[in-house]
Protein backbone atom coordinates (compact mmCIF):
# COMPACT_ATOMS: atom_id res chain seq x y z
CA UNK A 1 0.00 0.00 0.00
CA UNK A 2 2.87 2.67 0.86
CA UNK A 3 4.39 1.40 -2.52
CA UNK A 4 1.07 2.85 -4.48
CA UNK A 5 1.07 6.09 -1.83
CA UNK A 6 2.95 8.35 -4.33
CA UNK A 7 1.14 6.98 -7.45
CA UNK A 8 -2.45 8.10 -5.79
CA UNK A 9 -0.75 11.23 -5.07
CA UNK A 10 0.67 12.08 -8.27
CA UNK A 11 -2.82 11.24 -10.12
CA UNK A 12 -4.57 13.54 -7.55
CA UNK A 13 -2.34 16.45 -8.53
CA UNK A 14 -2.86 15.62 -11.75
CA UNK A 15 -6.48 16.33 -11.69
CA UNK A 16 -6.26 19.13 -9.38
CA UNK A 17 -4.08 20.60 -12.51
CA UNK A 18 -6.11 19.85 -15.21
CA UNK A 19 -9.10 21.39 -13.44
CA UNK A 20 -7.43 24.50 -12.35
CA UNK A 21 -6.48 24.63 -16.08
CA UNK A 22 -9.97 24.57 -17.10
CA UNK A 23 -10.91 27.15 -14.34
CA UNK A 24 -8.31 29.39 -15.14
CA UNK A 25 -9.38 29.37 -19.49
CA UNK A 26 -12.51 29.62 -18.60
CA UNK A 27 -12.35 32.49 -16.33
CA UNK A 28 -10.07 34.55 -18.88
CA UNK A 29 -12.68 33.87 -21.29
CA UNK A 30 -15.23 35.73 -20.07
CA UNK A 31 -12.80 38.04 -18.14
CA UNK A 32 -12.02 39.50 -21.41
CA UNK A 33 -14.67 41.24 -23.86
CA UNK A 34 -14.63 39.97 -27.19
CA UNK A 35 -15.42 42.15 -29.86
CA UNK A 36 -18.50 41.24 -32.43
CA UNK A 37 -17.44 40.60 -35.81
CA UNK A 38 -18.09 43.61 -37.80
CA UNK A 39 -21.14 43.63 -39.72
CA UNK A 40 -20.83 45.89 -42.51
CA UNK A 41 -23.73 47.95 -43.29
CA UNK A 42 -25.04 50.48 -46.02
CA UNK A 43 -23.58 53.32 -44.03
CA UNK A 44 -21.46 56.15 -45.34
CA UNK A 45 -17.66 56.26 -44.53
CA UNK A 46 -16.67 59.33 -46.91
CA UNK A 47 -18.29 62.25 -47.99
CA UNK A 48 -17.96 65.83 -49.69
CA UNK A 49 -19.50 69.00 -50.75
CA UNK A 50 -19.61 70.17 -54.00
CA UNK A 51 -17.29 67.90 -56.28
CA UNK A 52 -15.67 67.00 -59.47
CA UNK A 53 -14.48 62.88 -60.39
CA UNK A 54 -12.89 62.14 -63.56
CA UNK A 55 -12.71 59.01 -65.04
CA UNK A 56 -10.01 57.70 -67.11
CA UNK A 57 -9.73 54.63 -69.67
CA UNK A 58 -6.36 51.55 -68.97
CA UNK A 59 -4.31 54.69 -71.35
CA UNK A 60 -5.05 57.13 -68.77
CA UNK A 61 -7.56 59.28 -71.35
CA UNK A 62 -10.41 61.13 -69.76
CA UNK A 63 -14.00 59.26 -69.87
CA UNK A 64 -16.58 61.15 -68.19
CA UNK A 65 -16.45 64.03 -65.93
CA UNK A 66 -19.00 64.29 -63.02
CA UNK A 67 -19.90 67.01 -60.90
CA UNK A 68 -22.30 67.51 -58.20
CA UNK A 69 -23.46 68.83 -54.74
CA UNK A 70 -22.53 66.55 -52.55
CA UNK A 71 -21.15 62.82 -52.84
CA UNK A 72 -21.27 59.89 -50.40
CA UNK A 73 -19.32 56.79 -50.58
CA UNK A 74 -21.14 53.36 -49.48
CA UNK A 75 -17.75 50.98 -48.41
CA UNK A 76 -20.48 47.73 -48.44
CA UNK A 77 -20.69 48.15 -52.37
CA UNK A 78 -18.38 50.34 -53.05
CA UNK A 79 -20.47 52.65 -54.76
CA UNK A 80 -20.97 56.72 -55.14
CA UNK A 81 -24.02 58.47 -54.26
CA UNK A 82 -24.38 62.13 -55.81
CA UNK A 83 -26.71 64.77 -55.48
CA UNK A 84 -27.55 67.24 -58.13
CA UNK A 85 -25.30 65.70 -60.18
CA UNK A 86 -24.57 66.29 -64.39
CA UNK A 87 -22.04 63.85 -65.98
CA UNK A 88 -20.50 64.50 -69.22
CA UNK A 89 -18.98 62.05 -71.70
CA UNK A 90 -16.05 62.46 -73.08
CA UNK A 91 -15.21 59.51 -74.98
CA UNK A 92 -13.21 60.67 -78.02
CA UNK A 93 -14.52 58.10 -80.12
CA UNK A 94 -18.71 58.42 -78.97
CA UNK A 95 -20.29 61.73 -79.57
CA UNK A 96 -19.98 64.16 -76.43
CA UNK A 97 -22.89 63.52 -73.94
CA UNK A 98 -24.43 65.07 -71.21
CA UNK A 99 -26.53 63.69 -68.52
CA UNK A 100 -28.18 65.20 -65.69
CA UNK A 101 -30.31 64.04 -62.41
CA UNK A 102 -31.32 64.30 -58.72
CA UNK A 103 -29.54 61.23 -57.77
CA UNK A 104 -26.44 59.54 -59.38
CA UNK A 105 -25.80 56.64 -58.33
CA UNK A 106 -22.19 54.47 -59.49
CA UNK A 107 -21.09 51.47 -58.90
CA UNK A 108 -18.63 48.78 -60.41
CA UNK A 109 -16.18 51.80 -60.54
CA UNK A 110 -18.09 53.57 -62.24
CA UNK A 111 -19.14 50.90 -65.39
CA UNK A 112 -22.67 51.21 -63.96
CA UNK A 113 -24.02 54.29 -63.54
CA UNK A 114 -27.93 54.88 -62.29
CA UNK A 115 -29.81 58.23 -62.68
CA UNK A 116 -32.79 58.76 -60.51
CA UNK A 117 -35.33 61.66 -60.34
CA UNK A 118 -35.43 64.08 -63.54
CA UNK A 119 -32.75 62.17 -65.36
CA UNK A 120 -32.39 64.06 -68.98
CA UNK A 121 -29.36 63.01 -71.26
CA UNK A 122 -28.52 65.10 -74.09
CA UNK A 123 -26.10 63.79 -77.33
CA UNK A 124 -25.18 66.75 -78.86
CA UNK A 125 -25.37 66.98 -82.89
CA UNK A 126 -22.45 65.96 -84.73
CA UNK A 127 -21.85 66.51 -88.22
CA UNK A 128 -24.19 63.48 -89.91
CA UNK A 129 -26.73 63.40 -86.86
CA UNK A 130 -29.35 66.22 -84.79
CA UNK A 131 -28.98 66.26 -81.20
CA UNK A 132 -30.67 63.66 -79.07
CA UNK A 133 -32.73 64.23 -76.19
CA UNK A 134 -34.08 61.17 -73.61
CA UNK A 135 -36.00 62.08 -70.33
CA UNK A 136 -37.02 59.93 -67.64
CA UNK A 137 -37.21 59.53 -64.18
CA UNK A 138 -34.70 56.86 -64.05
CA UNK A 139 -31.81 55.97 -66.64
CA UNK A 140 -29.33 53.90 -66.80
CA UNK A 141 -25.86 54.33 -68.44
CA UNK A 142 -23.24 51.94 -68.85
CA UNK A 143 -20.15 53.47 -69.90
CA UNK A 144 -18.00 51.07 -71.28
CA UNK A 145 -20.83 49.71 -73.68
CA UNK A 146 -21.99 53.50 -74.50
CA UNK A 147 -25.43 51.93 -73.86
CA UNK A 148 -28.84 54.18 -72.30
CA UNK A 149 -31.10 52.19 -71.22
CA UNK A 150 -34.55 52.54 -68.65
CA UNK A 151 -37.70 50.20 -68.47
CA UNK A 152 -39.68 53.49 -67.03
CA UNK A 153 -41.65 55.57 -69.11
CA UNK A 154 -38.91 58.32 -71.58
CA UNK A 155 -39.19 60.78 -74.21
CA UNK A 156 -37.22 60.86 -76.23
CA UNK A 157 -36.54 63.90 -78.86
CA UNK A 158 -34.16 63.56 -82.05
CA UNK A 159 -34.84 66.83 -84.51
CA UNK A 160 -38.47 67.61 -85.11
CA UNK A 161 -39.64 64.24 -84.43
CA UNK A 162 -40.36 62.64 -80.99
CA UNK A 163 -40.77 58.96 -79.17
CA UNK A 164 -42.40 58.38 -76.18
CA UNK A 165 -42.64 54.83 -75.03
CA UNK A 166 -42.14 52.51 -71.99
CA UNK A 167 -38.50 51.00 -72.04
CA UNK A 168 -35.88 51.83 -74.28
CA UNK A 169 -31.53 51.05 -75.46
CA UNK A 170 -30.22 53.57 -76.96
CA UNK A 171 -26.48 52.74 -78.32
CA UNK A 172 -24.28 55.89 -78.22
CA UNK A 173 -21.78 54.18 -80.19
CA UNK A 174 -24.56 52.97 -83.78
CA UNK A 175 -26.45 55.78 -82.67
CA UNK A 176 -29.20 52.54 -82.62
CA UNK A 177 -32.59 53.52 -80.57
CA UNK A 178 -35.03 50.75 -79.44
CA UNK A 179 -38.27 51.62 -77.70
CA UNK A 180 -40.40 48.92 -76.47
CA UNK A 181 -43.67 49.90 -75.97
CA UNK A 182 -44.59 52.55 -78.17
CA UNK A 183 -47.08 54.95 -76.81
CA UNK A 184 -46.71 57.79 -78.69
CA UNK A 185 -44.43 58.29 -82.12
CA UNK A 186 -44.30 61.55 -84.02
CA UNK A 187 -41.81 61.92 -86.88
CA UNK A 188 -40.77 64.63 -88.90
CA UNK A 189 -40.86 64.64 -92.67
CA UNK A 190 -37.83 67.29 -92.27
CA UNK A 191 -36.20 64.41 -90.45
CA UNK A 192 -37.35 61.88 -93.07
CA UNK A 193 -35.75 63.59 -96.08
CA UNK A 194 -32.66 64.33 -94.19
CA UNK A 195 -32.77 60.66 -93.35
CA UNK A 196 -33.45 59.65 -97.26
CA UNK A 197 -30.71 62.24 -98.28
CA UNK A 198 -28.01 60.14 -96.07
CA UNK A 199 -28.66 57.01 -98.07
CA UNK A 200 -25.97 56.05 -100.83
Same mark, same amino acid.
Given at each position: ?????????????????????????? %????????? $? $????????????????? #????????????????????????????????????????????????????? =?????? #?????????????????????????????????? #?? =????????????????????? %??????????????????? $?????????? =??
Amino acid at each position: MKERLPTFIALFLLIILVIATWWAAD %YTQRAIPIE $P $PVQITHEPDAWSGNFVM #ISSDNQGIATNRLTGTQLVHYPDDDSYEASHATLFGIRPDTPRTQASADKVTL =KDKGDF #ILMQGNAHIHRFPSEDTSALDIRSEELTILPNES #II =KTDKPADVLQGNSRMQGKGMI %YNNKTRRLEVFANTDVVIS $PQDINKANKD =KP
